[in-house]
């Protein structure tokens, strides 16, 4: 949000983004939408107080955006600790970023369940499926962040990628990643590392492995990179090794990638929960490669 110039005032987030817009009651129908939200993701309400030095999401009309196909299975609902955890598909945002506002985890539910405060504790990536945790109302929301702040979220996904017989599995990928803003593929460079991954082989579907991923810090891309790095790209990733040009409408080819299961301790409770995706891989849409059987991955 733009600091407040030299003798202004605006009661609340409201009146200065009519100020700044011109259109009351566009931001009316968007508030009531829960598309506008705070740097932290908390919704914006009409009475929302005006913070100098804040900042807040504004989302354009879009003329159109394709409807994302699959429901949001809910895993787990705790109204006293309020807390949720869905069952993400594929080529669902978390919450609203860039050309994605609608046809994402966040707005959908708020709309589908009646729960304007909605706000995802941590994210997953777009191409990403499976287990998201998020809170129902503002209280809630400082445990569970915290908690994930400080490592209490264990996280283990599932992939499906290429075999190399030469790679030496158990291996643990540690180095240093960075996703600058605006560019589309994250990086590896030198320096301490901020990113690590256990990398383990479950068995194979055909002639892809059938992966486990036991992540310990949680960098954008961080699965995705260190995979490639090993020389086993993802299967359906457009962006590792090499960024391919994809139609951002074709929704055909996801990304064999999911969240299978989350342990943490509640911070509000104090109950140990686990809790597991119902999601399978190979992900719909897979295209097995040619002499491949089809079936579940052996083990």
């Not at 287990?131 to 109302?137: A, E, P, Q, S």
């Not at 908690?147 to 643990?172: F, H, N, S, W």
Request: with cysteine; charged share 25%; net charge neutral.
């Amino acid at each position: 949000m733009p600091s407040r110039p030299p003798g202004s005032s605006w009661p609340t987030v409201l009146d200065f983004l009519v100020v700044l817009t011109g259109d009351e009651p566009g931001l009316r129908r968007r508030i009531a939408a829960g598309e506008v939200v705070l740097a932290d993701g908390t919704p914006v309400e009409e009475g929302t107080p005006y913070l100098p030095g804040g900042v807040v999401h504004l989302y354009r009309d879009l003329p159109t955006e394709v409807e994302v196909p699959g429901e949001i299975p809910v895993l787990l609902r705790d109204d006293e600790c309020g807390l949720l955890v869905v069952d993400k598909p594929p080529f669902l945002a978390t919450m609203p970023r860039g050309s994605h506002v609608v046809q994402t985890v966040v707005v959908r539910l708020r709309r589908e369940l009646d729960l304007p405060d909605l706000t995802p504790v941590h994210r997953l990536d777009r191409l990403t499926s499976g287990v998201l945790l998020l809170t129902t109302r503002p209280e809630a929301r400082s445990p569970y962040q915290r908690m994930v702040q400080a490592g209490g979220l264990d996280k283990t996904y599932e992939a499906l990628a290429p075999v190399r017989p030469d790679l030496p599995l158990p291996t643990t990928v540690a180095n240093r990643i960075v996703k600058e803003r605006g560019t589309p593929q994250a990086r590896v460079e030198e320096g301490d590392p901020n990113a690590i991954t256990r990398v383990e082989l479950l068995g194979t579907l055909g002639s892809r492995g059938h992966y486990r991923l036991l992540p310990t810090t949680g960098r954008t891309h961080q699965l995705r990179v260190h995979l490639a790095g090993l020389g086993v790209p993802i299967a359906g990733d457009p962006l590792y090794p090499v960024v391919r040009d994809v139609d951002p409408t074709d929704l055909s080819t996801p990304l064999q990638l999911l969240s299978r299961a989350v342990t943490f301790r509640d911070p509000v409770n104090g109950q140990l929960r686990t809790v597991t995706s119902r999601r399978t891989l190979p992900m719909p849409g897979y295209a097995v490669p040619a002499g491949d059987a089809d079936g579940p991955a052996s083990r």
